[in-house]
């Protein structure tokens, strides 16, 4: 079973209400092969997700910060650093 799970890729798309003729039409459309089946997550569980994101936006912020100012970093020390090989050999 293991195998399987490797073997068949899988994707997920979440559809809202406004959405929801494009999803029937592509139920409609599929072939045998490509199951397409459709979940109603409730209210609650989306809910709770979406708080759970949120909650990690502060993180996130923190997390882009530091990589753009590690990005704006990089080339002066790269210059530094290739100059000091220079002025050794």
Do not use: Y
């Not at 209210?43 to 530091?66: G, H, M, P, R, Y």
């Amino acid at each position: 079973m293991l195998d399987h799970l490797f073997l068949s890729p899988r994707s997920v798309t979440l559809v809202g209400e406004a959405d929801r003729k494009i999803l029937k039409a592509a139920i409609k459309h599929s072939s045998g092969e490509d199951k397409i089946r459709h979940r109603i997550i409730p209210a609650e569980v989306v809910q709770t997700w979406f708080e759970k994101v949120e909650s990690l936006n502060c993180e996130i912020a923190d997390i882009l910060t530091e990589e753009k100012e590690e990005r704006q970093v990089r080339p002066p020390v790269r210059f530094c650093v290739g100059f000091m090989n220079t002025k050794i050999h």
